[in-house]
């Protein structure tokens, strides 16, 4: 399908008429340029969100990965089959690149012994001080991205995408137990930083 | 509250993120287009047309023009200035109708 932009192609109503993905997609790969402008102003944001979540404060890093994302997007296009919505393939692809920085990230960071301070932490125990206005939500959020980068990214991988150790070590050639000390650990970087927060 | 079960509790809500900005759909545009057009031509305008899409007034000009189908073909968005203004400036002011970097904008 792709590589013959000259097929004269059927009569494409506007973005907010178009209820069939399968369409956009034929259209983009035809080579349609303005269909090609309406793929990016229909998903970008998505797109954006969700990478954004996983990946704030690296601003530079979001871009990049929502750029790749789509460049990934249009090189495999023809595998769409409109089995489902555009929306959940692009955001699929988002999470296997968004992945693969975790990877990256983790990976080549030398992460600590794994039986270096385990008498540190003592307690996983979160101080039930006031919160005032804020939510705990807001406050997680607040405290993650004081975190290390490695410390962010590996509770965004468990918490956020729901990955086990196992599957963190998998995919970083970690051990198990390597993934296990460096969650407990950013664990107790952010109980210790929750904490100074309520005394301050 | 132990504090996996509150990152648990943070995880499960959805947190409002920003728009992506008009600058970073610009530069997918533009990256998008050049990707298309490193395996070959891209659809003719007047076909952009004849499905649907609407042309900004340069755009226009080069489908009348008396140039040959495989110039027509090309992106013209890469010499026109829209492109720069709308991958480097936020908000742009660009205004022209069927230009998609004016599509793009946040406004």
Redesign the interface.
């Given at each position: 399908m792709k590589g013959s932009p000259e097929d004269l192609a059927p009569r494409r109503p506007p973005l907010s008429q178009v209820s069939d993905d399968l369409e956009l997609a034929r259209a983009l790969l035809r080579k349609d340029r303005k269909a090609t402008a309406d793929f990016v102003e229909a998903y970008t944001d998505t797109v954006h969100a969700y990478v954004w979540r996983r990946l704030t404060p690296r601003t530079q890093v979001v871009d990049d990965i929502v750029q790749e994302v789509f460049l990934a997007a249009w090189r495999n296009l023809e595998r769409y089959t409109g089995s489902g919505p555009l929306k959940s393939w692009l955001l699929g692809i988002a999470r296997n690149k968004v992945e693969d920085h975790y990877r990256d990230v983790l990976g080549s960071a030398g992460l600590v012994d794994p039986h270096a301070g385990v008498e540190e932490i003592l307690s996983e125990e979160i101080p039930q001080e006031s919160l005032g206005e804020e939510s705990i939500e807001d406050r997680t959020e607040r405290i993650i991205l004081m975190l290390p980068a490695d410390y962010r990214m590996v509770l965004r991988w468990r918490y956020w995408d729901k990955r086990s150790a196992k599957e963190m070590a998998d995919a970083t050639g970690r051990t198990e137990k390597a993934i296990e000390r460096l969650l407990a650990r950013a664990r107790d970087q952010f109980r210790r930083h929750w904490s100074e927060e309520g005394r301050s | 509250?132990?504090?996996?079960?509150?990152?648990?509790?943070?995880?499960a809500?959805e947190?409002p993120?920003?728009?992506?900005?008009s600058t970073?759909?610009s530069?997918?545009?533009s990256?998008?287009?050049d990707?298309?057009?490193s395996?070959?031509?891209?659809?003719?305008l007047a076909?952009?047309k004849?499905?649907?899409?609407?042309l900004c007034v340069f755009e226009e000009l080069v489908a009348i023009s008396p140039i040959g189908e495989g110039l027509k073909?090309r992106?013209p968005?890469n010499v026109c200035h829209a492109r720069l203004l709308g991958e480097h400036v936020e908000n742009a002011p660009i205004y022209w109708p069927g230009c998609?970097y004016v599509?793009?904008q946040n406004r």
């Open positions: - | 509250m132990k504090s996996s079960d509150v990152l648990q509790r943070a995880a809500a947190r993120a920003p728009r992506a900005s970073l759909k530069r997918l545009f990256a998008l287009c990707e298309q057009a395996s070959g031509p891209l659809m003719s076909h952009c004849s499905a649907g899409g609407k073909s992106n968005c998609p599509q793009f």
